[in-house]
């Protein structure tokens, strides 16, 4: 590895634990084997440069999970139950509220574990832990209720409730990503509140995945699906000099279906796609009803390809239609992270690539427990730039022959 990693002004605030919950297991075992590495990295670098020695409590061990259980009584009660000392630690819980696929019993019926249940379960860690830690931050990738963000009429804002919640027990940090609406921190003024975006990982998995790319104006487009991801379509197309449009859709306000107002049509704004490659970018693949007629409509426009970028795929509505509109020729790939659950099918579907965020989560994880700035990992303007300026010099030397070596 290299010294990039090395925190050589800066000690950690306390010794670093991962509180992994079910839901969220497999990706924080990826990060906690990054952050292994990492501090393996900097003791043997400050050493080597005879200026500092690590070994000290806690900072270069094997596996920084803690050793936590959430079990349940017949009746469907639970409880936290953490079996190691976390006296004077820096703790970092780690919930995917999305994860349908865990179950307990419920009076000898099987319940698959629901948000709710899993933000509760994240309570239960959190107060086993809370008054021995030196401190307490979430990890929440896909924020609890992220979605029910304002009020509309006599409505709960569920996410301002859960934000303040966490806070008054004491968590001093709330790490998430691509929030629906960032916004909902000020609920929490008092509180850290995190807000990381992946778009430095889509770019990286886009250029690994389609060795033939052009990114310019005359080749190259952004889209945005609707007004609200406006701002993630705007910051990817400069970072890429390329033009970017958007959609905004048609509702009809007299009707609700399921919970919503229906879609009667997607209308496009901006400057031709037609023999482009277009990126839609947006936050999240819910049912996936809106995406789909999005890269529908760009195809009718005659882009020449249509790639999605989504930081969650939840696919709510299952992955049929997905598969039809990929048979049609409706789009080319999807691109989702591993930031939430993904079920075995979705992963051996062809037109499915992963954009991997568990390096950047250690990453994170490793700057808060030093107390180091994060304004470049908040912005990685710079790493995108550099990114591709490295694909378009090889795409120069070699024809768009790309090689797996990005960093």
């Known amino acids: 590895m290299s010294s990039k990693f090395v925190f050589e002004d800066s000690l950690p605030v306390a010794p670093l634990k991962i509180a992994a919950l079910e839901s969220c297991r497999p990706l924080a075992e990826q990060v906690n084997g990054y952050i292994v590495g990492f501090r393996k990295n900097d003791t043997e670098e400050l050493l080597k440069a005879r200026k500092a020695d690590l070994h000290y409590r806690g900072y270069d061990v094997e596996s920084y999970l803690l050793d936590l259980e959430c079990p349940r009584f017949g009746s469907g009660e639970a409880k936290g139950v953490i079996r190691e000392s976390v006296r004077g630690t820096d703790i970092f819980a780690m919930v995917d509220i999305t994860n349908y696929s865990l179950t307990y019993k419920l009076n000898g019926m099987t319940n698959h574990m629901s948000p709710d249940d899993h933000f509760q379960d994240l309570k239960r860690i959190i107060a086993a832990s809370i008054s021995t830690a030196h401190r307490v931050n979430v990890i929440m990738p896909f924020l609890y209720e992220g979605r029910q963000h304002k009020r509309n009429k006599r409505?709960?804002?569920?996410?301002?409730?859960?934000?303040?919640?966490?806070?008054n027990m004491g968590v001093k940090n709330i790490i998430t990503f691509d929030a629906?609406?960032?916004?909902?921190?000020?609920?929490?003024?008092l509180c850290g509140f995190d807000n990381f975006l992946p778009t430095y990982q889509f770019v990286k998995a886009l250029f690994l995945h389609d060795s033939t790319l052009k990114i310019n104006k005359d080749s190259f487009m952004v889209i945005s699906p609707d007004e609200g991801a406006m701002h993630r379509a705007v910051y990817l197309a400069n970072n890429l000099s390329v033009?970017?449009?958007?959609?905004y859709k048609r509702r009809d306000y007299s009707q609700v279906?399921?919970?919503?107002?229906?879609?009667?049509?997607h209308e496009f704004l901006g400057t031709s796609v037609e023999g482009k490659t277009v990126l839609v970018i947006d936050d999240m693949i819910s049912s996936g009803e809106s995406i789909l007629d999005t890269a529908k409509a760009l195809k009718e426009r005659k882009a020449a390809k249509v790639a999605i970028c989504c930081t969650f795929g939840l696919f709510t509505d299952g992955l049929e239609k997905f598969d039809d509109y990929y048979a049609r020729g409706y789009f080319d790939y999807v691109i989702t992270t591993n930031l939430n659950y993904r079920p075995e099918s979705l992963l051996k579907r062809p037109w499915y690539q992963e954009a991997d965020m568990s390096k950047y989560l250690a990453a994170i994880i490793n700057s808060f427990n030093h107390d180091a700035s994060m304004n470049a990992t908040l912005s990685p303007t710079a790493k995108i730039q550099k990114l591709v300026r490295r694909y378009q010099e090889q795409a120069r030397d070699d024809g768009y022959e790309y090689y797996q070596t990005l960093g």
């Open 155 to 167: 409505e709960s804002l569920d996410c301002a409730m859960a934000l303040e919640e966490l806070s």
């Open 243 to 247: 033009d970017m449009g958007m959609f």
């Open 257 to 265: 279906v399921d919970g919503r107002n229906p879609i009667v049509a």
């Open 180 to 189: 629906h609406d960032p916004r909902v921190q000020n609920a929490i003024p």
